[in-house]
């Protein structure tokens, strides 16, 4: 089946520590989102990728970092500069970055503070 | 000014009536309109999407857009008790540049459908 699987389901990151999400995709999409969900709110956008070997920041990019060397994945690593990393962490992904391609999302990771 | 605003609610209405969702935005420019039902402590799951203005149906759910009033809503007829959870509503803010396929989410409105 294909779809978009998130790893791990839980996290924990201790202070100072770097800890890095994964976000894998099978279904050929080209674009390719991370948001971040706190209790009550909305999602706030972190990053994107339109194509591989680019990505551009979203709103509250500070304290974190992405790659895309892969068209199937685009981890997030959440550096200790973000001070404030409890969240839930969503990926998603679309066709392309065309206007009005529906975004899926995996089913997300749940970081906490040690 | 919130660019993507919904009210949080909770609303709610009893078993089989029609639950009214409404989401206003700002940026007039705006050109695609979603809508994601999210259950507690999961993800977001698309339910419709609409491009232009009028009334898109899909079952028992009925999306509708008025560009000109900068409003989309979301009417879900019958209502069941499985359709309790989030409704967010995500609008797509620009019309291509480097927002393109960026979507601004709102905070989402919880619905509860009792028997």
């Known amino acids: 089946d294909g779809g978009i699987t998130q ?3 839980y996290l924990f990151r ?3 520590q770097n800890v890095t999400l994964s976000c894998e995709q099978n279904l050929n999409h080209d674009a390719m989102y991370w948001y971040r969900q706190d209790p009550g709110q909305g999602l706030r956008l972190i990053y994107y990728s339109q194509i591989v070997n680019d990505f551009q920041k979203g709103d509250i990019a500070e304290g974190y970092s992405v790659s895309r060397e892969k068209k199937e994945s685009f981890p997030l690593t959440v550096t200790s500069a973000q001070k404030n990393p409890t ?3 969503l990926c998603a992904s679309s066709m392309g970055p065309g206007e009005g391609q529906p975004q899926h999302f995996g089913d997300g990771t749940r970081l906490s503070i040690l | 000014q919130k660019e993507v605003e919904q009210n949080s609610g909770p609303l709610s209405v009893p078993e ?4 009214s969702l409404n989401c206003t935005y700002s940026d007039r420019g705006s ?3 979603f809508w994601y039902r999210q259950y507690s402590g999961k993800s977001p799951e698309l339910i419709m999407f609409i491009y232009s203005n009028g009334d898109k149906e899909d079952g028992r ?3 509708q857009l008025n560009k000109a009033s900068q409003y989309v809503s979301l009417l879900i007829r019958d209502s069941q008790p499985s ?3 989030t409704y967010l509503c995500a609008v797509n803010p620009h019309a291509g540049g480097t927002s393109y396929g960026k979507l601004t989410f709102g905070q989402g409105t ?3 459908v009792h028997p």
Do not use: H, N, R, V
């Open chain 2, 31 to 33: 050109q695609s309109f």
């Open chain 1, 7 to 9: 790893s791990p389901k």
């Open chain 2, 16 to 19: 089989g009536a029609i639950a």
């Open chain 1, 14 to 16: 201790k202070e100072g």
């Open chain 2, 110 to 112: 919880i619905l509860t």
């Open chain 2, 61 to 63: 759910f009925t999306a």
């Open chain 1, 87 to 89: 969240a839930f962490y």
């Open chain 2, 83 to 85: 359709d309790s959870a």
